[in-house]
């Protein structure tokens, strides 16, 4: 499976590229969007993984941006800062992520299982792909 | 002159003092709620903040369990064992920092909406009643101090003004020394009396 992998924080890339290596998948980490963008654009990925709260670079506009280019490609959203209950259940950015055009949303702090049970749980919208993990 | 109802309101009046008690309560509530609420948000602020590492750091753990695992001839590994033991660690972390992220609950009375119809409330309950007494309003007799009172209350003032104990009191309405303390807590705000000599002086009809 390949996967990308968009996240600012280079710890997260570099740690999401080694479990999901040993897993048997190809890894691609970008830094920002445009970077991200530019990745899709040249390679064939299977799920994008994009962090939704970067500073500088907009998650929620590389969302819209991959489904303006008419691609189905599941895209799991992951972080997004939370409010707390005074703002509602609207404020919540992983949720409106999903209206946006994720598939699903990974809320950090998440580990290695949670991961793994987010991508297998796209296997509906990926064709040909095996589950990942032991 | 202005027409008397609003200016010859009797400051000193038990209606009044209520409200002002109400409000003062309900100040000092509304401080701890604004308070909480900004520390509340602080703690979302730096749970964030913590979210990155603390999954890269879960992520690796995980790494160096399986790879632990792995290298295992017989038995288990004693560093397969300390690994799992950082991993436990590592998850008392991560609900830590989620709990701090999420934050706590505003319990429903402090929320500054519900404090302020309550303090309204108290302030119309004084207003109302000053109106209808045509602006003054004098602490005896008893019988007029005693429309504030429920019937519980007004008993349980008898009972003072005869002598009683807590304990006897309660004894004799048949109810617990506590909770005649409680009513006779409340009869002291309603009536804005200080001490038990202030509640006897005005149950027996003197002007405060």
């Not at chain 1, 993984?49 to 941006?65: A, N, R, S, W």
């Not at chain 2, 948000?41 to 913590?50: C, D, M, P, S, T």
Request: charged residues 20%; hydrophobic residues 45%; contains cysteine.
């Amino acid at each position: 499976m390949h996967i990308l992998v968009i996240d600012d924080d280079p710890s997260v890339g570099a740690a999401i590229q080694a479990f999901l290596n040993h897993q048997g998948c190809e890894v691609v980490v970008a830094e920002n969007s445009t970077l991200g963008i530019r990745a899709f654009e040249t390679s064939r990925f299977d799920v994008v993984l994009v962090d939704i709260f970067m500073p500088g670079t907009d998650g929620l506009e590389t969302i819209k941006d991959f489904r303006q280019r008419r691609s189905n490609v599941p895209i799991i959203a992951m972080s997004g800062f939370r409010f707390r209950d005074q703002m509602g259940p609207t404020a919540d950015f992983l949720s409106m992520a999903v209206s946006l055009g994720a598939t699903c949303c990974l809320r950090k702090p998440f580990g290695s299982q949670n991961l793994m049970a987010a991508i297998n749980g796209l296997r509906d919208h990926v064709p040909a792909s095996t589950a990942i993990g032991s | 002159m202005l027409n008397g109802s609003h200016f010859d309101m009797p400051y000193e009046s038990p209606p009044y003092n209520y409200a002002v008690q109400k409000l003062r309560k309900l100040q000092d509530e509304m401080v701890v709620t604004a308070r909480t609420w900004a520390m509340g948000e602080i703690g979302a602020a730096v749970a964030h903040q913590l979210n990155d590492p603390l999954t890269a750091l879960l992520i690796y753990l995980h790494e160096i369990e399986r790879v632990s695992g792995r290298q295992t001839v017989s038995g288990v590994s004693p560093l397969l064992e300390v690994v799992v033991k950082a991993i436990c660690e590592a998850e008392r972390v991560r609900g830590i920092v989620d709990r701090i992220g999420h934050g706590v609950e505003t319990p429903v009375e402090t929320r500054p909406a519900v404090a302020v119809a309550v303090a309204r409330e108290a302030i119309d309950a004084w207003a109302q009643d000053s109106k209808q007494n045509g602006g003054g309003r004098r602490l005896s007799p008893a019988s007029s101090l005693s429309d504030h009172l429920t019937a519980r209350e007004r008993e349980v003032l008898a009972q003072i003004v005869a002598g009683a104990s807590n304990k006897g009191g309660g004894h004799h309405l048949g109810i617990s020394a506590r909770t005649f303390e409680v009513h006779r807590a409340h009869i002291m705000t309603k009536l804005g009396a200080r001490n038990a000599a202030d509640l006897v002086r005005m149950a027996l009809g003197e002007v405060k």
